[in-house]
């Protein structure tokens, strides 16, 4: 039985991003594609499958930033995919706290999965700012966050 706790401190942000990678539904080439939100689930580094086991395992991309990770989860070793995602029975509440912060950090380090989420952004308020071409204030709010986004 996993630990259904919430770590109250943390980003709340990389807390969402670390939850998507759980379900499935984060902006991982795999899970895109799963979802019917991308043609191929191939990481651009390889043409390997883009899921939570190559982006936190194997990816070359991150090498530096999982060389941290593995070291600051050296007690806790041995450990799968699934076990960094959803915590490890056999420890503490703390403890799971523990890998989750050190899984949030690495997910902050790579940005790989902030970069795809401001691309979706962008393309929202784009098809927004077609869909409502006649409100000028409207029109003006969305091209000011366009510009932010970018």
Known sequence: MMYRHTIIKGDRFLSVMHARMRNNCS?????????HLRDDPYCDCVEVVEDAEH?????PKFQR??????QS???????TTSELLKGKTELSYLDNCAIFSAIQLYIKSTKRLLKLTIHVHIVDFT?????????NI??????FCIQLLM
């Open 138 to 143: 409207f029109v003006t709010l969305l091209s």
């Open 27 to 35: 902006n991982l080439n795999s899970d895109l594609c799963n979802n």
């Open 55 to 59: 982006y936190l395992f194997q990816c």
């Open 65 to 70: 930033q999982r060389i941290i990770l593995l």
């Open 127 to 135: 098809h927004a700012l077609s869909a409502y071409q006649g409100s």
């Open 73 to 79: 989860l050296q007690r806790f070793l041995p450990f």
